[in-house]
Each structure stands twice: as C-alpha cells, then as structure tokens.
C-alpha cells in the first residue's frame, strides 16, 4: 500500500514537472501500467522530445485495470494488460482499438517470435505490441531454505508444492501471490494437467494441492505487498513475478540486511506471460497514444526500462545497450532450454473463469 | 422550495442508484462493454433470474454474507462499548475541555482513511515498529504475528469507526438531565447502579443509533479486511469485488449487493420499532 501511495505522488511529482505551465491545448496521453514498471526518465524523455504531457497512473491488479475498461470512458489512452487473460478478453469485448502501425514504424523494432506467442489471442498483432514480459517462479533465499531443507529440490516447484519442504520452510516464511490467473495455471501444470484446465477433477486436484501447503503459507499478498516482503526480508520463499523478484533482490542488496535473494523459474516448465501496450477503443488522445507506443519501442529506451524494472523487453536491438550482468541474467533473460519447456496461459470462458475463481477463494480461505 | 429540492436529492443521490443495482441483478453478463444487458431492451424485458440463483444457491456467498455480519457486529459492540466510554468523560469534561476532546476523536477523519489503514500495515508487520521496540526491549526474540490476523483486522475496524460511535453517544449524554442521577445517588443508588438504571436506559435510542452507524458501513468494508485481514477472510466486500472486476459477471455483483442490502434492513426495522416504542 504504502508503494501504491509513493508511486501516486511520483505520477503527480511527473506530472507536475515538465509541463505545469503548459498552454492549455498541449497534447496528454493519460497512461496506465503496472506499479513500478517504468523508468521514469523515459517519461520525462517523451514530454521533453514531444511537447505531449504524461499523466501516469499505476493498477496493481489486472482485475483494476478490467473493471475501468469494461465500465467504458475510462479516459486512458495507453494501457499494458497482461496478453491472456485480460488483453484477450478486451479485445473480445471490443474494448480496444486497432492499432495504426504506419504511426508505430518501432514495431518493426519488436522480436517476431515472441510476437507470434500473443497472436494467438490477436491474430496478426492488430491491437497489442509487447511492452514486456517475464515468467512466473519462484523468488527466494537460499541459504535459510538450504539451512532448513537441505534436501529440498531449489529449481523445482515441488519446493513450494510438496508439504513435507513446505512444512519444513513454514518457519521462516512462504508467500503465494494473491493471484488465480498467475498461480493456478502452473500448479495445474506441476500437476501434469492442461495449466488452462478447467475440468472439475483436475481443478479439485489443483485445489487439494494448495490446501495441503495452506497450513504453511505466512500470506497470500498482492503482488506489490509480496515484492516488500521478500525484500524485507520476511518471507523465505514465494511464488511471484519474476521481474518483481529481481526487484526484491536489488533492494535487499541496497538495504544490505544480510540475505540474498534469487529468482528460480520452475525446471519442469514455467508460465511466461506477455504485457501488450494496447489503446482502448474510446481512449481520448489516441494519437498521443501512437506517439508513446512509437517512442517505448526504441531500443534505447527499452533498455533503460529493462534495467530499471528487471524485466526483459521484446526488441532484441535493447540487448546490447544493456549491462552485461542484467543480459546474461538468466532470471531477466531466460535461457532457450527454460522458454522452450515454457508454457503461455490460456484465457477460460466465463465458467471457468469463476470455478478457478471458487478454488482461489477456498485456498485462501484454507477450507 | 427546500422539501422540493430534498426529494430530488434523494431520488437522485439515493433512489436511482438503489434501482440501477436492483436492476442489474436481473441482467445477464455478457462480453462487452459494459459487460451486462441490462433486464429491459428494445424488445421489452430480457431479464433473467440467473444471478440470483447463483448467489442464493452457493453456499459461498452466504458464507461471505455471513463472516461480514459477524465482523460488523463485533466491531459495532466494540465501538458501543469503548465510545460510550469515551463520550462519557468527554461529557463530564468542563465544556472548554469538551472541544479539545471532540476535536481529538475527530482529527483521523481529516487524515486520509487509506493513510490510517496503512500506517496500522506499518505498525504491526514482522519488520514493523511494535515488533522492533519488542525485540530490542528483549521482550521477544522472534517478530509476534500480528498483521495479516483477525485481530489486525477488527484493531483496524474499531480504529476506523470509532468516531461514528462516539459523536451521537456523546450528543446524547452531554444534553440528558444530571438531576435524574443525582437524585438516583441521593436515594442510595451506587455508581453501576445509576449506570445501569438510569444513563444507560436514559441513552438507549443514541445507543442503538451509534451501533447501526458502525455496523451498516463495516458490514460492507473492503479495504480494511483486504489490507490487516487474514487470508481467510472473505468478507462480502471482496466477494463483491471478486463479480464484479475478476469474473465480469455485473449481475452476480448487483444481487449479492441487493442481499447484503436487504440483510442490514433488518436491524434498523428493529431500531425503528424501539424508537417506537
């Protein structure tokens, strides 16, 4: 919480910096991404070069950014939903608009091969261009758990799933983020089912699995509240984000609290997940909108926001511009054995959606 | 001219959006924008009973219903209990101390609410001040586990809503006549007893007042479970979130809300038979 409140007076520091005596006609683009997903000298880059002032808020859930956008008039004109599910069920809604590539020549700037792994959902890459991505694995610290479970497998899932290394590691924290779409598909998975199942069976599979550990979980925060704790030093072990675990790590070495953190993306196959600059179909500015897509591709500044966030990004031209550690990170970059066993989620129909919803609900009820 | 004005208000403040929830719970989700057509259209009435099966069949839902009367009603007998405390000292006071008083227990309300709830976050978490102090006193040697507990959660609820408690409490005991106690002592009455038999019946209506005040918000809270509360804590509020942003289904939303509604009616349908009474 307390990051969502620095993050809103960052937006209104950025708001107010660059253009608060401006005329009144000046060109906005109102943009809405993830918290701490951006390098803010990008943004004060934009106004500076184009005279169009940024007005940057930040969801932290994908639910917050569905719920504005299906109301309508949500007023944004950038947004960066996650590709399955909620980029999909947008653009099925007829929430987006198509995007106008001659306005977005940095397009061609983007990787065609993780490109194709959205066009399932949006064939021919008409309405989302990836801003970044990442997978889904586990953050931890390894010497606590090595002290705890020295058997425990550190690479594998069974680590957080198999309760008798769950039980053993309850004492010095696990943490699961509160997220049904990021966490089901790879337990599914771990499971050896379809991760985009919805067959009753194999969810009540997947439902018994994370009630067994339930009993060892400290929390089942948001994603942000996750990132704090780890960095904190409060929890040993999570389920997270990989770029939120990088961000944990970096700020534990700034505090230097004594413990390391690392980033682990699960052997047997982890979920990849591709965040898509996209406009909503009644954005305001959309040609404001095309601008700041257009400038974000530029390989420069892409590597900017990359080493700020500890996300990897699609344009491959970043790569030599960024710092040898951050692109021979393996948990920034994964290697082409880990995005080969990878998986990208599916998007469940409404049913679905709500039994995974229930199983979610009972988890966290532990019941 | 001003009765005219206020029946507009109402209806528009109060009335038009009870019926637009009512009448989203007889819509049907769907996949656009907004994801519900609504129960009337073009064609006349297209509405259908579905949500309400869903949210009356599921024990699920109840459960939530249920879990959030529970957190409301504890956390309205706590505030009953601490605020008419609280509003009878201030009452007592000499009325230039009364101010400095009512001031204090109103002064979180001009602090943003989601401000409050956080600093509680800070206070309480493993790394958070309380835990420091008490590992450095020596009391403790490993952080107590307080945030993210039931006991975070009603901390947070009482803190919260205390305020709603003690401002009608105190309305109510600062104007009753002190003779009827004292007249009560003089005839041998001790202090519980003038307590019990004369100022608390004295207040009764007040009483019931400040519990409704704090229980119909906090059957309805949120951010307060979402933020101290434990996991396990599924409150209606999150069940209604849960419809309305992760499933889309509106009208599931929309009939949960008319249930929960419909549910805190029933208090204040007894509030009014013992006002008149």
């Given at each position: ?22 005329p ?9 991404n ?55 069920r ?17 397009a ?35 010497e ?41 598909p ?32 400290r ?8 990132l ?6 409060e ?68 590597a ?30 994964p ?33 | ?17 009870l019926?637009i ?6 819509g ?11 129960p ?77 709830v ?78 019990f038999?004369i ?79």
């Amino acid at each position: 919480m307390r990051r969502i409140l620095l993050a809103a007076v960052a937006a209104l520091a950025l708001a107010a910096l660059p253009g608060a005596q401006a005329p009144a006609q000046q060109q906005v683009v109102n943009v809405y991404n993830w918290t701490d997903y951006i390098d803010p000298a990008v943004i004060e880059r934009f106004t500076a070069e184009t005279g169009i002032r940024v007005r940057y808020d930040v969801f932290d859930t994908l639910e917050a950014l569905e719920g504005k956008l299906s109301a309508g008039r949500s007023g944004y004109d950038v947004i960066v939903p996650t590709a399955e599910p909620t980029f999909a069920r947008l653009l099925r809604a007829g929430a987006l608009r198509p995007l106008d590539m001659a306005r977005i020549p940095n397009a061609a700037n983007l990787d065609p091969a993780l490109m194709a792994r959205v066009a399932n959902v949006d064939p021919g890459n008409r309405h989302g261009l990836i801003y970044l991505w990442g997978s889904v694995g586990l953050g931890m610290n390894a010497e606590r758990i090595r002290a705890l479970a020295p058997d425990a497998p550190l690479d594998s899932l069974s680590l957080l799933l198999d309760p008798r290394h769950a039980r053993r590691l309850a004492p010095c924290g696990i943490a699961v983020m509160d997220s049904a779409t990021d966490v089901l598909p790879s337990v599914l998975r771990h499971l050896g089912f379809s991760p985009d199942s919805v067959v009753p069976a194999e969810l009540e599979a997947a439902q018994r699995a994370l009630l067994a550990i339930r009993p060892y979980l400290r929390s089942i925060p948001s994603p942000p509240a996750l990132l704090e704790a780890l960095a904190a030093g409060e929890i040993c072990l999570a389920f997270a984000f990989s770029g939120d675990v990088i961000q944990a790590a970096g700020r534990a070495a700034e505090a230097n609290r004594g413990h390391t953190i690392t980033y682990v993306a699960p052997r047997q196959g982890a979920q990849l997940w591709f965040d898509v600059m996209a406009i909503p179909a009644d954005a305001p500015n959309p040609d404001a909108a095309h601008a700041f897509i257009n400038f974000l591709l530029q390989p420069d500044v892409m590597a900017a926001i990359t080493t700020q966030v500890g996300y990897p990004n699609a344009v491959p031209g970043s790569l030599p511009l960024l710092a040898a550690e951050i692109r021979e990170d393996r948990s920034v970059y994964p290697d082409a054995a880990t995005l080969a066993d990878s998986f990208v989620a599916g998007t469940p129909a409404a049913a679905g959606e709500r039994a995974r919803a229930r199983v979610w609900a009972r988890f966290r009820a532990g019941r | 001219m001003m009765r005219a004005a206020g029946w507009l208000a109402l209806g528009v403040l109060v009335a038009a959006p009870l019926l637009i929830v009512l009448a989203m719970g007889f819509g049907t989700a769907t996949s656009g924008v907004p994801p519900v057509i609504p129960p009337w259209g073009a064609g006349g009435w297209q509405g259908s009973l579905e949500a309400w099966g869903l949210v009356l069949s599921d024990s699920f839902y109840r459960d939530a219903l249920w879990q959030s009367l529970r957190l409301a009603f504890i956390t309205g007998a706590l505030c009953l209990v601490l605020g008419f405390g609280m509003a009878l000292g201030i009452a007592a006071a000499p009325p230039a101390r009364q101010f400095i008083w009512l001031a204090l227990v109103l002064l979180p309300f001009w602090t943003g609410f989601l401000l409050r709830v956080s600093a509680w976050v800070g206070l309480l978490r493993d790394s958070g001040w309380v835990n420091t102090m008490l590992m450095q006193a020596g009391l403790i040697e490993t952080p107590l586990r307080m945030l993210h507990t039931e006991g975070a959660m009603i901390l947070g609820m009482v803190h919260a809503y205390l305020p709603f408690a003690v401002l009608p409490l105190y309305a109510s005991l600062a104007r009753r006549d002190l003779t009827l106690e004292e007249a009560a002592a003089d005839l041998g009455a001790g202090r519980w007893r003038v307590l019990f038999t004369i100022t608390l019946p004295l207040a009764a209506p007040a009483l019931a007042a400040a519990f409704l005040l704090v229980f119909i918000p906090a059957a309805g809270e949120v951010v307060i479970p979402e933020l101290l509360g434990g996991p396990e804590a599924l409150l209606v509020g999150r069940a209604i979130w849960q419809e309305f942003f992760q499933t889309l289904d509106w009208p599931a939303a929309a009939a949960l809300a008319t249930a929960l509604l419909a549910l805190l009616l029933l208090p204040v349908a007894a509030f009014q038979r013992l006002a008149a009474r």
